[in-house]
DNA sequence: CAAGATATGTCAGCTTTGTTGACATATTTT
DNA sequence: AAAATATGTCAACAAAGCTGACATATCTTG
């Protein structure tokens, strides 16, 4: 390879600062480390569900947190939107046109306040956004599967506190 | 604005793909939408917790998670990092130079096999992997504060059954 | 009614983080 | 000696985030 061979000896380091770590860290169990993996891991994979059938559309996952959230509360704006998905309006212009311009997702002048865009999902963005739940749906319901009716609840609770306190 | 005004009243629509709905998406029951949104919005806050930290380094979320990997265990190599987060040799390459050229871990060529880089880190790339887990861990205790010890259990179980079988 | 605030759209450009495919080097295995 | 493996690297590209500025239509307010 390159000269960027390593040796285990290391440079002379008078503060420690490269001092290398061998051992695991564990957080001396003040940090929770088992949840913050499980997170991690069980997200990564809970994600990547709907990927294949994203490609099929030509969309990727920001397409699909938009037709999500579009169907599930039909009639939202533009700045509804924004706030639910924390991102930038640029950002979300961008997935939210080619939703528009492919027939996923239509827009409608607000009635009271014709400057909004209220957001609602044609037949097919509701199919897709069905398909695209579906696997995540029996991925959680395997989840639950050995567990009782009560556990789901405790999960539902447990995810409800992880979120930040809405603001409005 | 531009002509993109949009009116309730559909273009001729035979087979209806246009067609909007104005009703939520439910699933009709067979759709987890609760656990879907419950994970999306607590994943979405629990990874901007460590955002302000990473930004003074001038690092973002992927060497969040290369480096907090390195953490849990020293001497892992490329290999089982790619195979841990799931992304490419490239992607994984960009962020791990980075944090190798800031003294963040380094690299020993494998004692058996030299061929292999296993990944140790620093002084410094424990204290920032530390300080990145502390808020999301307060978060997480936060979450479980007003549920039992057994609430714990149930959702590790659930972020468990949440993951993919691993291969090896 | 004029002026300002608001909701949305859009332009231009940049950054991070993912992707692919090809190829080089060192090392181990066969 | 040849093949396989682990890693690094080059070039190029794509998705999805960001900023700041500015235009338009519409609503609200003095």
Same sequence: chains 1, 2.
Avoid: C, W
């Amino acid at each position: 390879m390159k000269g960027n061979d390593t040796v285990a000896r290391q440079m002379p380091d008078k503060d420690g600062k490269n001092e290398l770590h061998e051992d695991a860290m564990t957080g001396d169990g003040r940090i929770d480390m088992e949840i913050i993996e499980g997170l991690f891991f069980a997200y990564r994979d809970f994600v990547s569900d709907p990927d294949a059938i994203l490609e099929k559309s030509g969309f990727g996952r920001a397409h699909h947190r938009v037709v999500h959230f579009v169907n599930r509360e039909p009639g939202m704006t533009v700045a509804d939107l924004l706030d639910t998905l924390k991102i930038t309006k640029q950002s979300l212009a961008r997935v939210l046109k080619q939703l528009v311009d492919s027939g996923y997702i239509h827009q409608v002048a607000g009635p009271e306040d014709r400057r909004q865009r209220k957001l609602y999902p044609t037949r097919t963005g509701r199919e897709l956004a069905l398909a695209l739940a579906e696997p995540q749906s029996r991925r959680i319901a395997r989840a639950f599967e050995k567990m009782g009716p009560d556990d789901r609840r405790t999960v539902i609770r447990f995810l409800a506190g992880m979120q930040n306190a809405k603001s409005d």
